[in-house]
């Protein structure tokens, strides 16, 4: 590639609007601009750092490592909203997107983009259960798929979406999921 060409390459990853990270086995090696200020960090901090740090537990990291891993094996590709932690340990709603550059080894090296969705939907105090019950509740998945992907009963999963429809003074699951969304009401 042409020096020039490398250069607006380098323009645009640093300067994209939205967070980029390149990855090796879920490392860091490479943000830009963006994700380091979403995240609270300077571009050099996060250079040789697990990605471990930006989850709100580390059970939340292997547990979306294992289900981006399933679906990265089918095409190389994964995308999500998840709730994530900031650097001052606050936390907001994230959209993930991946795609690997190694499809019969998913996370060997990837790239990553992350964009801040936390003016679209609301962030309340969860606990780690209820952040895992609401982001698969976002995707659409019903009370028995959310079991299954957290190992628990489907009436576990029942007491947890009533505590979050308490929470976000929701009436039914629908409500839940709009307020979950971001979508008005």
């Given amino acids: 590639m042409p020096n020039d060409m490398q250069d607006l390459a380098t323009l645009a ?6 967070g980029l ?19 609270g960090y ?11 740090q930006l989850y ?3 059970e939340e990291f292997l547990k979306i490592g294992e289900l981006g891993l399933s ?5 190389g590709r994964y995308n999500d909203e998840r709730i994530m932690q ?3 340990g606050t936390h907001f709603w994230c959209r993930v997107r991946g795609q690997s550059l190694t499809p019969d080894q998913p996370y060997n090296q990837a790239i990553w983009s992350f964009a801040d969705i936390s003016n679209t939907r609301s962030i309340t105090q969860m606990t780690k259960r209820e952040r895992q019950v609401a982001t698969l509740l976002s995707e659409g998945q019903t009370s028995k798929e959310i079991a299954r992907a957290l190992d628990i009963s489907p009436r576990t999963v029942d007491v947890h979406r009533a505590r979050l429809m ?18 008005p009401l």
């Fill in 21 to 39: 990270i390149v990855t090796k086995d879920r490392v860091i090696q490479q943000a830009n601009l963006r994700f380091a200020e979403m995240f």
């Fill in 13 to 18: 990853f640093d300067h994209a609007p939205v």
């Fill in 166 to 183: 308490e929470k976000f003074n929701a009436r039914n699951s629908l409500e839940l999921v709009a307020h979950l969304a971001g979508i």
């Fill in 86 to 88: 900031r650097r001052d």
């Fill in 71 to 75: 679906k990265m094996s089918q095409d």
């Fill in 42 to 52: 300077e571009c050099t901090d996060l250079t040789g750092r697990s990605l471990s």
């Fill in 56 to 58: 709100p537990t580390s």
